[in-house]
């Protein structure tokens, strides 16, 4: 991959001048961290509103006859938390929040390919997000996240709504999706090659086709079902001739890549947080760099995992459960070396780490029952009950959000400055470990037994289980308010941090924190992996970034 | 032809930045014209599942469509993909007088094919009672699809026209004209398209 | 001062500051050029028109207001 | 200059606590495995069906093997953070072992965990076909799902049945689902076995009734405002005699309720003989919007017809007669309200008597 070669004034060089103005500073900004910082926060937004949802969920379980909300509003509310959780909260988060923040800095840009492309895709983003919430004033959607035909095209108008919100959403990743692309293959910093790259980037770099591809497969799913709602356009009413299961493999053609959208950038946090706090390089760089790409790529062929009851032909499932088995073995390999990785280390328990360590811990878990639920006999029996419920938390939550916190409390110094507050991170870790495990372990044990899912009311035998499960599950959230506390509270008196923290190699740790908008005054030049400690920084250039010399402005301004 | 000889032909008046960043650009395009080439296969995918799912095709009561017509108006659409090619050689070499010629035949044919579509639309709507959402699945995707790409089409002419204003008025100078290689580089995408639409609904 | 009025005023003066601080950016970098600058125009331009709306909608203008009786 | 990825480094011993955690987390493995091969799960949840035993089978097959892997990484993980960590003697800026990778480790830990999915995908595969392969020439029952209900249909008796589903002891079924509105998901937990009911379509599941029991039947696949109160119904299975006094009971019941039309032939419809061209125009314009000229199971709102005369395994009429023409023409005259939605009568879709024998001709004419 040829690298962008350094012509004098070319991109590397090209530094604009700083943007003036409160509205061109900071409402549209251009600067990829300030977008990444307004991605992470609106994110959050959502994550509180929909987390809200939740707890109503756990308080209408709470006993059999339900009796806290009216079943309907129980499926609006369950469908709305569901939508939101994916696509308003872990996907902006780990793409367009941790993506925009960290990897144009580890790869030694100044800003990614289209900044104003990257400013476009974020404001779609609330927008859509708001769409999505208020379909509640107008009849929210009923039929879950997946919103199967013929029960989607009888739902009150706010599936419309939820229809269009994500199509925003979906059109705001494509977007991203081609910026991260264009940026990785574009805009490294001279000397790094791929296999220099962090480990981070890689996430990024296997997750970016996905964002890109997969999400226009739902955009036309997802137009045909608002156009067969509102013009009676017949793609999926089965009276008229349609097919309510070619909606589903329309859906789940996307959102399996999506469930690996959400997770490979997961990966990416964690691969750079280990080594960082156990001082120590990455076990098998290699292996977890192409294992992502594996993983993004047998993601397309493996979505029918999900309609093993539903009608498909019998002997068209079985590849499907073949190679989703097939899955689990890079990430097999992902695990051990993480668990390697620890070996021989000399482990600081920062909450960062101790968030990372969580996450091998608990995603572990969520992969062998995904492993379970991918063998037909028991899928058969397990599909659409509780158990699917505590797979798919254990792979998000213990997954995807544990990473997100790592993340934050790694990077947080280097968005602010200021680091946040290791005693408040220890509680806010240790109650969300133990909330998160006390709501979602029994989940698997009633999906067994016969509890199905997005259920109002349930039998009274898995009463108890269900009580277990939402007293934990006020725990996890009050783990999560004192998150929210720690970070409001360290924004303005958390201590201070400088450039370099967690004395952490890769590029983004040898700038100022928060860094100038141009990033480095001079592109540096890498000759090598940073992860060994025992090495001098493998960066050529980097002497006066942290020297407060003016940066060389208006070089090929154009 | 090579995408990157597309970026890398004469320099002109163009500066560093602008020859790095239109390699950027010229990428960026590409994928968005990938992942608009998945959207239409989405619908592809959709309207072959359901063909092959229900009875026969067309189903009964609906004719199969006129292949003669449809015929001439590919080969209005392909020979507008022709003049647009014919535009950017000449502009690369110069000969600015043919280049808007071209353009300006490119943006005639391409209002022609979409004529011809509105034609074909009516006569369906009106003649035969084949409407959008009242014959089935056939009018399910065929008016989906072929409007979609319709839509392409009519966006296609309007940047054409847009473009053929900014030639006029001077904005592409000889080094920096990628507008006019992203808007070949969209004609040539809706061309092929069509290529695929047209087999799928009058071929086969 | 029952709730309808309290959201009325907060969107009478949310329109009303946002729409000023959005065209006067506006009038400010209208001879900016470039395709960030132009984008950036854009988005101003919509929030201002978003702003509009809210200042007509907080004025009553537009939007069905709930009936008298709800 | 690029730094080579070798693990030249200094190459520790593993060190004695190493071993013993290895030996207490093979223990622990041991142990889990003993557990799940041995957890009463019957006794949580009766298995039904003869095929439900296998499905526990891999059930424990993978809970076992996934703990004991769980078991292994959980414990090294944890181990590795307390041994390994930053002991204050250490100062600020000690670093550890700065191993890269380790070759002959990252081939054992590929290679093994592919022969697991290799034996884990024979195991399952072979489960499946036992279940896929269940024998096809038992009783044919048909669950149709409702807005809120399933109702069964069984031969011989016309008409539903809408409150429980019976079914004898060992006597292979053939259970086609299908859905009157919307997509259920038609599931026994003690059997073990789901599959979607879906409107449009036909689709089946086959087992066999070992153990005789009362067993609630779930729906999976969210179906409506109602859909957690689709829990209410059970499937009975009792010995053959119980099943035959019910399955008695049942067809005096709806035989006495289905006035549609008189059990016996009735009264024929003066048949002639009609002209099949015109029936074929007639049908285009009237039928084609709930019938396809396809097989009985491709449902569009009704049936296929093609072969509805001819078929001999064909099942019989919906309102319970035998498809012969003169039922074909008396169900053409009078309509039917079924389960699957409304068949107009004659008047309704503007057929004369002559209409009528056209169209029965036509439908003579597809074999």
């Known amino acids: 991959m040829a690298v962008a070669a350094v012509h004098a004034g070319g991109i590397a060089d090209h530094i604009h001048p700083e943007p003036q103005g409160f509205v061109r500073r900071y409402v549209f900004s251009l600067d990829h961290k300030i977008i990444g910082i307004q991605y992470i926060i609106t994110a959050f937004v959502f994550f509180m509103l929909s987390g809200l949802l939740a707890e109503a969920i756990r308080t209408q379980l709470l006993n059999a006859n339900g009796g806290f909300i009216a079943p309907d509003t129980y499926n609006e509310v369950y469908s709305v938390h569901g939508s939101a959780m994916v696509w308003l909260v872990i996907i902006p988060l780990l793409t367009g929040g941790f993506g925009n923040l960290v990897f144009p800095l580890q790869i030694g840009a100044r800003d990614v390919a289209f900044p104003w492309l990257n400013m476009l895709s974020f404001w779609i983003f609330p927008v859509a997000g708001l769409m999505l919430f208020s379909s509640f004033l107008m009849g929210a959607p009923t039929a879950g996240w997946m919103e199967y035909p013929p029960v989607s095209l009888q739902g009150a108008a706010g599936t419309s709504m939820w229809a269009a919100a994500i199509f925003l959403v979906g059109v705001s990743s494509t977007m991203t999706g081609i910026n991260f692309v264009v940026t990785i293959l574009k805009m490294r910093a001279p000397g790094m090659t791929f296999t220099r790259m962090p480990l981070f980037c890689w996430g990024q770099f296997a997750t970016a086709p996905l964002l890109m591809i997969a999400t226009t497969a739902l955009a036309a799913a997802l137009a045909a079902l608002f156009i067969e709602r509102q013009f009676g356009v017949p793609f999926y009413d089965p009276t008229k001739g349609g097919s309510p299961v070619m909606w589903q493999h329309m859906f789940w053609f996307y959102s399996h890549p999506a469930v690996y959208i959400m997770i490979l950038p997961a990966f990416g946090i964690i691969s750079e947080v280990l080594p960082t706090f156990a001082r120590k390089p990455i076990f098998g ?256 250039g980097l002497e006066e970034e942290l020297t407060d010399s003016p940066p060389p402005v208006g070089v090929g301004a154009h | 032809m090579a995408v990157a000889s597309l970026a890398h032909d004469a320099h002109g008046d163009a500066d560093q930045l602008y020859i790095e960043t239109r390699e950027l650009r010229l990428q960026g395009f590409l994928l968005f014209l990938v992942s608009d080439c998945v959207l239409f296969s989405s619908f592809i995918f959709a309207y072959l599942y359901l063909r092959n799912s229900g009875q026969g095709w067309p189903p009964p009561g609906i004719h199969r469509l006129d292949v003669a017509f449809a015929a001439w108006n590919s080969v209005v659409l392909f020979g507008s993909g022709a003049t647009m090619h014919y535009a950017l050689e000449n502009y690369k070499h110069g000969h600015w007088m043919r280049y808007m010629w071209f353009l300006l035949a490119t943006i005639v044919l391409g209002a022609g094919f979409l004529g011809g579509q509105a034609y074909e639309y009516t006569h369906l709507i009106y003649g035969e009672h084949v409407t959008w959402s009242g014959s089935g699945i056939f009018g399910a995707s065929f008016f989906t699809l072929t409007g979609m790409h319709g839509l392409h089409v009519f966006f296609g002419v309007c940047y054409l026209s847009v473009l053929v204003l900014q030639s006029a008025a001077g904005v592409y100078t000889r080094g920096k004209y990628f507008g006019i290689t992203a808007g070949t580089l969209y004609w040539h995408f809706v061309d092929v398209i069509w290529v695929v639409l047209f087999s799928i609904f009058y071929l086969i | 001062m029952n709730i309808v009025l309290v959201e009325r005023l907060g969107a009478i003066i949310a329109g009303i500051v946002v729409g000023v601080v959005a065209f006067y950016a506006l009038y400010k970098d209208w001879q900016a050029t470039g395709i960030e600058n132009n984008v950036f125009k854009l988005m101003l331009f919509l929030l201002g028109i978003g702003a509009i709306l809210a200042l007509l909608a907080g004025l009553n203008v537009i939007g069905f207001a709930p009936p008298k009786g709800a | 200059m690029s730094f080579p990825l070798v693990e030249n480094r200094a190459q520790p011993g593993l060190g004695a606590g190493f071993w013993t955690v290895t030996a207490i987390l093979t223990v622990l493995s041991i142990a889990a495995i003993i557990f799940w091969v041995t957890f009463p799960l019957e006794k949580y949840l009766p298995a039904a069906i003869v095929t439900a035993r296998q499905v526990d089978f891999l059930f424990r097959f993978m809970a076992a093997s996934g703990s004991a892997l769980y078991i292994f990484v959980g414990g090294y993980l944890v181990y590795f953070t307390i041994a390994f960590r930053a002991k204050p003697s250490d100062g600020p800026d000690a670093i550890g072992l700065q191993i890269h990778d380790n070759r002959k480790l990252e081939f054992w830990w590929t290679v093994i965990p592919s022969l697991f ?251």
């Open chain 1, 285 to 540: 760089y290699k292996l977890i760099a192409f294992s992502s790409m594996a993983i993004a790529l047998a993601g397309f062929m493996v979505w029918a995992h999900h309609m093993f009851t539903s009608g498909l032909a019998p002997f068209l499932q079985l590849p499907f459960m073949i190679l989703t088995f097939a899955i689990g073995v890079p990430t097999g390999i992902k695990i051990f070396s993480w668990t390697a990785t620890l070996f021989g280390g000399k482990i600081h328990y920062t909450t960062a780490m101790l968030f990372a360590i969580g996450f091998v811990g608990l995603f572990t878990l969520g992969g062998i029952t995904g492993i379970f639920l991918a063998a037909i006999p028991f899928d058969l029996h397990v599909h659409g009950t509780y158990f699917v419920v505590g797979h798919l938390h254990y792979v998000l939550v213990g997954g995807s959000m544990m990473a997100v916190f790592a993340g934050m409390y790694y990077w947080f110094p280097k968005m602010s400055g200021r680091l946040l507050n290791e005693t408040l991170g220890k509680w806010h870790f240790w109650l969300f470990f133990i909330g998160f495990n006390g709501t979602f372990i029994p989940m698997h044990w009633l999906g067994v037994l016969g509890m199905p899912r997005e259920v109002a009311t349930y039998d009274p035998q898995f009463q108890f289980w269900n009580r277990f499960e939402s007293v934990f599950s006020y725990l996890m959230a009050f783990a999560i308010l004192i998150f929210f506390a720690n970070v409001l509270w360290s924004i303005r008196n958390g201590k201070r941090s400088g450039p370099n923290p967690w004395g952490a190699r890769t590029l983004e740790w040898q700038i100022p924190s928060p860094p100038h908008y141009y990033n480095f005054k001079h592109i540096p030049t890498v000759y090598g992996l940073p992860y060994d400690f025992s090495q001098p920084l493998p960066y050529k």
């Open chain 4, 117 to 367: 999915v290799i034996l884990l995908s024979v195991v399952s595969v072979r489960i499946w076909y036992e279940i896929m392969l269940e024998p096809q020439n038992g009783l044919v029952v048909e669950a149709i799902g409702h807005q809120f209900y399933f109702s069964f249909r069984y031969p011989q008796i016309n008409g539903e049945v809408t409150d429980e589903m019976h079914l004898p002891l060992n006597v292979p079924v053939t259970l086609n689902l299908t859905s009157a509105d919307v997509i259920h998901g038609f599931w026994v937990p003690a059997m073990r076995l789901k599959n979607d009911t879906v409107p449009g379509l036909v689709t089946t599941i086959k087992f066999t009734p070992r153990l005789a029991g009362r067993y609630p039947i779930i729906c999976t696949q969210f179906c409506g405002v109602l859909h957690s109160e689709m829990d209410k119904q059970y499937l009975v299975i009792e010995p053959k005699p119980a099943f035959d006094k019910w399955f008695a009971m049942w067809q005096q019941k709806n035989a006495r309720a289905s006035n549609a039309l008189p059990a016996a032939g009735g009264a024929a419809i003066a048949l002639q003989s009609g002209n099949a061209p015109a029936g074929k125009q007639l049908f285009a314009q009237k039928c084609t919007a709930c019938h396809k000229v396809a097989p009985f199971n491709q449902v569009l709102v009704g049936p296929g017809l093609l072969g509805v005369l001819h078929d001999s395994a064909h099942p019989n009429l919906v309102n319970g007669q035998p498809a012969t023409p003169q039922n074909v023409a008396a169900i053409l005259q009078n309509g039917y309200t079924g389960s699957m939605g409304a068949m107009p009568n004659a008047t309704a879709n503007g057929l004369s008597a002559t209409d009528i024998a056209n169209l029965v001709a036509y439908l003579d004419t597809l074999k």
